[in-house]
C-alpha cells in the first residue's frame, strides 16, 4: 500500500489581522473614515494591545488624510494626537526605506526628518497631557531613533513611560534597537537592558524575548560565516536563549496575549539558528501559519519562514 503524502503547510502569512480579528475592525472604520468606530475599536483595550492597535493604524497608509482631520478637528484629543503622530512616523519610515543610510538619497533623509519633527510635535503634546500614555511614548522612543537624539535621550523617554508601565515590551523593544550599535549604541549596554528587563517581568511573560533579539541582532552584525557559526555555536547563547524562552513562551503561566506572534516568531527563528530543533518545532506549531516582518525580514521573509519551519519539523519531530 502506498503511503500518502503529507499534506503541504499552509504558506506563512504576516498580517496581523489574521492573529487579531480586531485589527481588521479597526481598518475598515479607518476605510469608511468612522471615527466613533475607530474608538469603539481602541475602547477598553489594555496597554499592550492598545500600542498594538496603534501601530497597525499608522501602518494603514490610505488614512493619513483623516487621522490628520480628526487631529485637526480636536489637537487635545489623546487618540487622535497618537495616532496622527504614529501615521507621520511610518510615513517618513517607508519615504527612508530600511536600506542602510548609504543607500537612502538626502532627499529621502529630508522628508523622512520633515516627518518625525512633525510626529515629535504632535507626540510631545500627547505625552504632556496624558503623561501615562503607553503607546505616545513608545512612539517617541522610535522618535528618539530615527531623529539620533542620543542614546541618553531615548533612555530618558523609555524611564518616563516604564514609572507608569514598567514592564511595556513594545517599548523596549523599541528601546532596544536604539541602544544597538547601528544606532550608535553599543553591545554591552544593549545586553545589559535586555537581561534586565526578562528579569524584572513576572515569569510567563514577554519581556524575556529581548534577549533572544540582543543575540539576533548581535549575530546579524558579524560580517562572515565562519563569524555567524561560532557564534551561534557558542554554548553561552545556546544557553541564554532557552533561559530567556523558558522565563516566558516556555513557561507555564504563558499565555498567548498581545504581541504573541512576534515573541514566538522571534523564538522560532532563534531556535532554528541556534539548531535547538525541537524548541523551535514547539513554536512553528503553536504559530501555525502566521508570523510577524520583524524578525523574519531578516532571513528572506516568508522564504525564512517556510524555510526553517521545514527544518524544524523535519529535524524536530513535529509536524
Not at 24 to 29: E, G, S
Not at 62 to 83: I, N
Not at 162 to 171: E, F
Not at 228 to 243: C, I, N, S
Amino acid at each position: 500500500m502506498i503511503a500518502a503524502m503529507p499534506a503541504p503547510l499552509p504558506a506563512p502569512t504576516f498580517d496581523a489581522a489574521a492573529a487579531y480579528p480586531e485589527v481588521n475592525d479597526l481598518r475598515k472604520a479607518l476605510d469608511a473614515a468612522d471615527w466613533p468606530a475607530v474608538r469603539a475599536v481602541f475602547a477598553d483595550r489594555d496597554p499592550a494591545f492598545h500600542t498594538l492597535l496603534v501601530r497597525e493604524a499608522g501602518d494603514h497608509a490610505a488614512s493619513a488624510a483623516f487621522l490628520h482631520r480628526v487631529y485637526d478637528d480636536d489637537p487635545t484629543d489623546r487618540l487622535a494626537g497618537t495616532l496622527h503622530g504614529t501615521h507621520l512616523i511610518c510615513d517618513g519610515w517607508r519615504i527612508r526605506s530600511s536600506y542602510r543610510a548609504q543607500h537612502v538619497s538626502r532627499s529621502q533623509f529630508d522628508q523622512f526628518h520633515d516627518h518625525l519633527r512633525r510626529a515629535e510635535r504632535v507626540l510631545i503634546d500627547v505625552t504632556a497631557r496624558y503623561p501615562d500614555d503607553a503607546a505616545a511614548w513608545t512612539q517617541r522612543i522610535t522618535l528618539a531613533r530615527g531623529l539620533q537624539l542620543g542614546q541618553n535621550e531615548a533612555r530618558r523617554r523609555y524611564d518616563r513611560l516604564a514609572r507608569q508601565h514598567p514592564h511595556h515590551a513594545p517599548a523596549q523593544a523599541a528601546l532596544l534597537q536604539k541602544l544597538c550599535p547601528k544606532w550608535s549604541g553599543d553591545w554591552d549596554r544593549a545586553f545589559a537592558f535586555a537581561r534586565e528587563c526578562a528579569q524584572a517581568a513576572p515569569a510567563g511573560a514577554p519581556n524575556a524575548v529581548l534577549v533572544a533579539e540582543a543575540h539576533l541582532e548581535r549575530w546579524l552584525d558579524f560580517e562572515t560565516d565562519r563569524e555567524w557559526a561560532a557564534y551561534l555555536g557558542g554554548t553561552p547563547v545556546v544557553d541564554e536563549v532557552m533561559r530567556a524562552a523558558q522565563r516566558s513562551v516556555l513557561h507555564p503561566d504563558w499565555v498567548d496575549g498581545p504581541g504573541w506572534v512576534w515573541v514566538r516568531s522571534t523564538f522560532a527563528l532563534m531556535f532554528s539558528l541556534t539548531e535547538q530543533w525541537p524548541a523551535a518545532a514547539s513554536q512553528f506549531a503553536a504559530l501555525g501559519n502566521l508570523g510577524t516582518e520583524y524578525p523574519w525580514a531578516y532571513v528572506d521573509g516568508a522564504e525564512g519562514f517556510t524555510k526553517y519551519r521545514a527544518k524544524a519539523y523535519a529535524k524536530g519531530g513535529q509536524s
